[in-house]
């Protein structure tokens, strides 16, 4: 197959991608990017993310541990920024997304970070790492990189909990979505992840990726250019939220859609707390979620 041409570059030619920042922009004096719609100037205060106007970057480069189809032979080129829109008691990265940990920068220097992960470490792709928050920097540091010969698919890794008003900004931008459902049940997301209405902004998020993007698409190395990829921690006790959500991949999206499946939950950060989540994942219970999924027949990631 012919080189794969990144949808942003289309959108620099016609002069899309530069009006996509400046909507954007808009955001930092009145912010409403994620669900909580804080409506805070961004440049003077801090809302639910407890970010400013500045992306914070905790760490970049390549990264093997990341699915197969975004880690081929040189690692996904991930950016880990600070900050995050939901607090979820039992996150891995607690000093990233509740501390804020990183350096601040700016989009220009976001975007030579963009080239040195093309231009040095030769990844297959810019895995953007909770990024809801920073996507006016992104788009205006994307727009720099581009102009200077970035070229690789973008990866929007995220936690699922999006509005559609800002994946429209990513419409065309965005080559590869990997949102995260954590939850089927309302009650668990604002129990373990402090946001109300998960589960109805996550599904109304992916049905707006799948349109944008479609199923997962891999080239002939079997490393992935375009598509939805979505991940789902099985946790304790959740069986039942389980397969929920792979009832609704399965119905309501794509069926090359691709499921990463993982059964490596275990009780970080405040999960201690919560007796019902305070233990690892049983291999029972993985293993009848997954086969649940075969059974519907899931496209999963091995």
Not at 239 to 261: P, Y
């Amino acid at each position: 197959m012919a080189k794969y041409k990144p949808g942003y570059l289309k959108l620099l030619e016609n002069g899309e991608l530069k009006n996509r920042v400046r909507k954007a922009r808009k955001h930092l004096d009145e912010c409403n990017l994620c669900p909580h719609e804080c409506g805070v100037n961004r440049r003077e205060a801090i809302g639910f993310c407890r970010s400013y106007d500045k992306t914070v970057v905790a760490s970049y480069g390549p990264h093997f541990g990341e699915e197969p189809p975004l880690v081929g032979s040189n690692g996904s080129g991930t950016i880990f920024f600070g900050y995050c829109n939901m607090r979820c008691v039992f996150c891995q990265n607690c000093e990233l997304s509740h501390g804020g940990e990183g350096e601040v920068v700016s989009n220009e220097v976001l975007a030579e970070i963009m080239l040195v992960i093309q231009n040095h470490y030769r990844c297959h792709n810019i895995n953007l790492v909770t990024p809801t928050h920073f996507v006016p920097n992104i788009l205006e540091a994307l727009y720099i990189a581009a102009q200077k010969g970035l070229q690789l698919p973008l990866v929007y890794n995220c936690g699922g909990y999006e509005r559609i008003e800002t994946l429209k900004l990513l419409d065309g931008v965005v080559d590869i979505y990997m949102p995260d459902f954590k939850y089927s049940i309302e009650e668990r997301g604002v129990k373990y992840s402090t946001v109300r209405d998960y589960p109805r902004y996550v599904k109304s998020a992916l049905k707006e990726m799948d349109r944008q993007v479609g199923g997962l698409k891999l080239d002939e190395t079997g490393v992935a250019y375009k598509g939805l990829l979505i991940r789902h921690l099985v946790m304790p006790g959740g069986l039942e939220d389980t397969k929920e959500i792979l009832r609704f991949i399965k119905e309501e999206l794509s069926s090359d859609c691709a499921v990463n499946l993982m059964d490596q939950y275990y009780p970080y950060y405040k999960a201690y707390k919560y007796e019902e989540i305070a233990r690892r994942l049983s291999p029972e219970e993985y293993k009848e979620a997954r086969l649940y999924a075969k059974e519907l027949g899931l496209r999963l990631i091995e």
